[in-house]
């Protein structure tokens, strides 16, 4: 009766496998326990002498609410099921006197009774002598033995245990390595509820190695591991969202997860998140009804930098809040003493005068802390800044050297603004062939002057044979996108294909 009351029918399909019994480690029992209930029954068996009853009786005043809770009581009535031999007994009183241990002469006594109840087959005793060994707790680390206790216990449910299991097989502790068993092992505890393992497997199909990667099979794990509340597997499957990787790309769907995972305390996502935000990409649903920038300002008034990021992010481009440039530059501000995002955009706030004073010699300096450390739009930016003598004296040679970085990680405008140094002009050789490769390269992404630049070229043959069959194809595709000065050039190449009739003689 007092299991009943306290796990339901399931606690009577389990025969003495309750509370610290079961395949998940000290449950507080079902969201309906009645422990009231269960502590009056448990206390009738455990006075009649019931063994059984005495240890239940120890684990309710042990791991009740706090209203029941009783430490002094547990100890009694787990001491006392104990002294029948009574398997379970024997692990609560040991554990209980773990807890308490303060020297290493208590720590193996209270492991001698989880011993016994583990000699008893117990599952959950193997389970924390798996710990025990593992962390050392009370006795020197023994890996292969935690391995072993791990293993006894995972073959019995305990879902914990199948969880340590996994990860101790895949990174080789106590054992040989063996990933494909460690991940099954995983997979166990993933399937039986454990978000951290569910996490783990989707970060094994993620990233790849040993096993190949599959980002369908990844989002599915990480789906189920953030459903449980694990933020870091909600931004992980942001990110794979946002990217369209095993999924179908979803900036929306995307901003849901990552959201989850901000609120949830993930730095990271919050980052992902103001990214979204300067990307244009943030659904209503981010702000309106639950305005997102509050808890960007709450963290950004506690000192969070990242908080502080976002927060000026919101206020730079209005996102939930009337748009207040002068607040968002003193907060990015802030906030640029250790994010580099912010670096850059303080930067470019002060080099386009907005929220603050305009200052070309500040701006290079914060574009160029950001570029410093990498981040490609600062490279670029920086870049150009050297091209053109804003706030750093003029130097075409080093800006070819950043805009060709930031063209290898893929940017367009630096693509573009290569063609246009090796086109001519600069204080770098003229190159035709080169701006011809990288005025192709930007035109391919979809960059509208690079689509006229290379039609150009086309059209004159400046850098190999006239093609005006390609360059009239580039040229729509540059007046597609709204540059007009592309009309000129194509209606050059319609006078240059159908010239004016000539006349016939007498006329």
Avoid at 265 to 290: C, F, H, W, Y
Wanted: charged share 20%; glycine share 12%; aromatic share 8%.
């Amino acid at each position: 009766m007092a299991t009943l009351h306290l796990f339901g029918v399931a606690g009577k399909t389990n025969a003495g496998a309750v509370g610290l019994f079961s395949a998940t480690i000290a449950p507080e029992g079902s969201a309906t326990a009645d422990y009231e209930g269960a502590l009056q029954w448990a206390q009738r068996a455990a006075e009649a002498g019931s063994a059984d009853g005495q240890s239940l009786l120890g684990y309710i005043y042990s791991n009740g609410p706090a209203t029941l809770r009783d430490e002094t009581q547990a100890e009694h009535w787990y001491r006392l099921s104990a002294a029948q031999n009574w398997p379970q007994g024997k692990l609560g009183y040991g554990i209980l006197m773990m807890r308490r241990a303060h020297t290493g002469e208590a720590s193996v006594a209270a492991m001698r009774d989880i011993e016994a109840a583990a000699a008893a087959n117990l599952p959950t005793a193997h389970y924390y002598l798996g710990v025990i060994f593992e962390q050392a707790i009370g006795v020197l680390p023994d890996l292969p033995r935690a391995l072993n206790h791990y293993h006894k216990a995972a073959e019995h449910g305990i879902r914990n245990a199948q969880a340590k299991l996994g990860v101790m097989m895949m990174s080789g502790q106590g054992g040989k390595a063996n990933l494909l068993e460690g991940e099954s092992w995983l997979r166990r505890a993933a399937l039986a509820g454990d978000p951290e393992a569910a996490a783990l497997v989707g970060d094994l199909y993620a990233r790849g190695g040993e096993l190949p990667p599959n980002y369908a099979e990844a989002a599915m794990w990480f789906q189920r591991a953030a459903d449980a509340g694990h933020k870091t597997a909600a931004r992980a499957l942001g990110m794979l969202y946002l990217t369209g990787a095993g999924v179908s790309r979803d900036p929306e769907e995307a901003a849901r997860w990552l959201q989850r995972a901000a609120e949830a305390g993930d730095s990271k996502a919050r980052v992902d998140i103001g990214n979204l935000m300067l990307a244009g990409e943030v659904p209503n649903q981010l702000t309106d009804p639950a305005p997102i920038h509050e808890w960007f300002e709450q963290a950004a008034e506690a000192g969070d930098l990242v908080g502080a990021f976002n927060y000026g992010v919101c206020l730079a481009q209005g996102v939930g809040v009337k748009q207040d440039e002068t607040k968002a530059a003193f907060w990015l501000r802030r906030a640029a003493d250790g994010v580099v995002n912010a670096q850059y955009w303080y930067g470019r706030m002060l080099l386009e005068g907005r929220g603050v004073p305009a200052d070309a010699e500040a701006a290079a300096s914060w574009i160029k802390r950001a570029a410093d450390v990498g981040m490609i739009e600062a490279i670029a930016t920086y870049a150009e800044m050297l091209v053109n003598g804003r706030g750093v004296p003029r130097d075409h040679e080093a800006a070819r050297q950043l805009f060709e970085r930031a063209a290898r990680a893929g940017h367009a405008g630096a693509m573009f603004a290569l063609g246009a140094l090796y086109g001519g002009g600069h204080d770098i050789p003229t190159d035709r062939a080169q701006a011809l490769t990288w005025f192709r390269a930007s035109a391919e992404t979809g960059h509208a002057l690079a689509q006229l630049m290379y039609g150009r070229y086309l059209r004159k043959g400046l850098a190999g044979p006239v093609d005006l069959h390609q360059a009239k194809i580039w040229l729509h595709r540059a007046l597609s996108s709204g540059i007009e000065d592309a009309k000129a050039d194509l209606a050059d190449i319609a006078a240059a294909q159908d010239p004016a009739p000539t006349r016939a003689a007498g006329d």
